[in-house]
């Protein structure tokens, strides 16, 4: 019997040790991919091909550390077969890595490749591809093992679809061994952009900069009606554009905001809801933007600060619509707010953690002044060690600098290796001219009718996005639909943005809404309820992207006293729509009032004197309706 025990401790101590060796190789190797981009963005990236498969190389090297076969964090010992997976990536990817000045003067299509490169780019494709299902699910890989099937049977299918046919030697040419495929556009801007600010939103969070926005949000808004839903759209605002992921950031925030919500009163599909569209919200909120936006910048060819002031309007729009509703929904079943002493101290707070608004300053301001994001993300890290010293509870000590490092690496897994991944599809649209090809059956779907090929692009990115990250969804709709819409006329910023916006809120848009589905289980409540809620609070969001096609004013662009305007009477447009969607203006609204008022709201979104003043004189007749015959009217609260 002590011999059995003996043999069954000895094995217990064995599965510890090669834990802990596994553990300690994923922190080597994460760190080594932070000191290599701190690197790069304190002196310079090196040359693109090197940049860009040393990023991906880390990024699937570390994929297949932490995730096994079935996509979930690896608990005990790494098995053979991975092993194996790993010393094959670093055999392709590696040889890309060490050779990459060479790989970058060849001649591609000219220089034959040799057997081993052939080899090479083969598996390590394969390999990219598995790294995508670990870390993202089936959906991605799929659609990129698609275009490669493509390649190959393109020469055998009708019309428009066929092409000429090409060589494995040619696909692996252009997949891996130029700038066209896997090592493309969106994987630089992961290599260099999407990597600092994701690392830089690590170190807020360790230094808990993020606590005292939340803390902040819920001190500001937490008495007044419906507080701990107005600052939940605040806090989750805020931490969305730091994560860049929804789903993420309603698992974060959501688990605190949520609850307090539910306690106000808010039915458990509102406070999902109200979560799930906050969290959501946050990938277009300036100055930040989650990830995809440095993407919209390279693929337009204009700083980013451009892309930033540009998106201010339409992510107010966003906000201001949620917010409006949550009042209109606490006004509408009597909630009130909680009580001062369950509140964080507004005074306290600031007097405790004003200095995180420090980083976030310094940030806007290089980004203003024409530094470039990587810089700018090294000083805004920088910044905030130096602040974080200001309180012994707050202070970025080695071990957790050392933390934030490999949580910030952790948190750009998925982006890198989804830019990468799309850079499959890229490579391919560009190989056979699919890209030009879908140009023309959309043309001939919409017959030109620039509102009928909005609806299509809009479809199709929320299509994409339901099963994609935003960034994937994204770069694939940018190389499909965006010349499309610029052949109709929609000027290259606003195309890009109207598919950007898209992509972000199917996270909440039925059947496959992530972001709805993770507040739902928070909340307790009902998944699909939850995201038709949601859908409602980011009415906005499906309304807006239609008018900066018509009218850049609301990204801008144009004269001071055209932006002017269509702010003002966007924002009154959007809080009638949030009146009208939720029915509650003074007093419980009857259908006739909430149909004009949407109406109204719709006119005064839209810039333009004349829609504006139909929508002013529509919005009159609502309120002296409303307040008029408010009294007759039965309802829990009437103002």
């Known amino acids: 019997m002590n011999i059995q025990e003996n043999n069954q401790e000895s094995t217990l101590e064995i599965e510890q ?20 981009h701190l690197y790069t963005g304190i002196f310079g990236i090196f040359q693109s091909v090197l940049q860009r498969s040393a990023h991906v190389g880390f990024a699937m090297l ?46 591609a299509y000219v220089t034959p490749l040799s057997g081993y490169e052939i080899f090479a780019g083969s598996i390590g494709t394969l390999l990219l591809l598995e790294a995508a299902r670990r870390t993202m699910g089936l959906a991605m890989p799929i659609i990129a093992a698609a275009f490669i099937v493509y390649v190959y049977v393109g020469p055998n299918l009708p019309g428009i679809l066929g092409h000429q046919g090409f060589t494995l ?61 107005k600052a939940a759209i605040i806090a989750s605002g805020f931490m969305g554009m730091l994560s860049g992921s929804a789903v993420a950031n309603v698992v974060t925030t959501g688990s605190f905001t949520i609850p307090l919500m539910k306690k106000l009163g808010y039915r458990n599909e509102f406070a999902g809801g109200v979560e799930a569209v906050a969290s959501s919200g946050g990938q277009f909120m300036p100055p930040i933007m989650g990830a995809a936006a440095f993407i919209v910048a390279e693929f337009i060819g204009v700083p980013y600060i451009d892309v ?38 507004v005074r306290h707070t600031l007097i405790f953690g004003v200095q995180f608004i420090i980083p976030m300053v310094v940030l806007i301001g290089l980004l203003v002044r ?17 602040v974080s010293w200001i309180r012994s509870d707050t202070r970025m000590t080695p071990s957790k600098i050392i933390a934030a490092l490999q949580s910030g690496v952790e948190g750009a897994i998925q982006v890198a290796i989804a830019c990468a991944t799309a850079g499959i599809v890229i ?19 919409s017959d030109g009718n620039l509102l009928v090929t909005l609806i299509l692009t809009m479809l199709t990115s929320i299509l994409l996005g339901m099963g994609l990250p935003t960034v994937a969804a994204y770069i694939i709709q940018a190389s499909l639909t965006v010349p499309v819409l610029i052949s109709l006329g929609v000027m290259p910023l606003a195309a890009h943005f109207f598919i950007f ?21 928070i909340s307790g409540g009902d998944p699909m309820k939850t995201t038709f809620t949601a859908c409602k609070l980011g009415i906005a969001a499906f309304l807006v992207p239609y008018l900066f096609v018509y ?63 139909i929508g002013v004189v529509l919005m009159l007749v609502v309120i002296i309706l409303n307040l008029s015959s408010k009294k007759k009217r039965t309802s829990i609260s009437c103002n």
């Open 169 to 229: 030697e040619w696909t692996v040419d252009q997949l891996f061994y130029t700038t066209e495929g896997i090592w493309g556009i969106p994987a630089g801007v992961s290599a260099t952009f999407i990597i600092m600010f994701v690392i830089f939103a690590a170190f807020l969070e360790k230094s808990k900069g993020g606590d005292f926005f939340i803390d902040l949000a819920m001190g500001l808004f937490g008495q007044s009606r419906g507080g701990p839903a």
């Open 501 to 521: 916006y898209f992509a972000i809120i199917s996270a909440i848009t039925p059947p496959v809404a992530l972001a709805a589905y993770a507040a739902a289980g």
């Open 17 to 36: 040790d090669k834990r802990t060796v596994l553990s300690t190789l994923i922190q080597v190797v994460t760190l080594s991919m932070a000191i290599f």
């Open 308 to 345: 930033a002031i540009a998106a201010i309007l339409p992510a107010a729009l966003y906000y201001i619509a949620a917010f409006s509703m949550v009042h209109f929904e606490a006004l509408r079943i009597d909630l009130k707010g909680l009580p001062k002493e369950e509140l964080p101290n």
């Open 551 to 613: 009218s850049p004013a609301l990204l801008m662009v144009g004269s001071t006293s055209q932006v002017l305007l269509a702010t003002v009477t966007a924002i009154t447009g959007v809080v009638a729509l949030g009146s009208s969607a939720i029915g509650f203006l003074f007093c419980l609204m009857t259908i006739p009032e909430r149909a004009l008022l949407l109406v109204a709201s719709l006119t005064l979104i839209k810039p333009g004197l004349t829609t504006d003043m």
């Open 370 to 386: 024409g530094y470039s994001p990587m810089k700018a993300g090294i000083w805004a890290i920088l910044i905030t060690i130096l």
């Open 62 to 107: 570390i994929a297949f550390l932490m995730c096994d076969a079935r996509g979930q964090k690896r608990r005990n010992r790494l098995p053979w077969y991975d092993a194996c997976f790993i010393a094959l990536i670093l055999a392709s990817v590696g040889y890309v890595v060490i050779n990459a000045e060479a790989i970058s003067s060849r001649f």
């Open 427 to 445: 490579g391919v649209l560009t190989l056979t001219g699919l890209g030009m090809r879908f140009n023309s059956i959309i043309l001939s779907i």
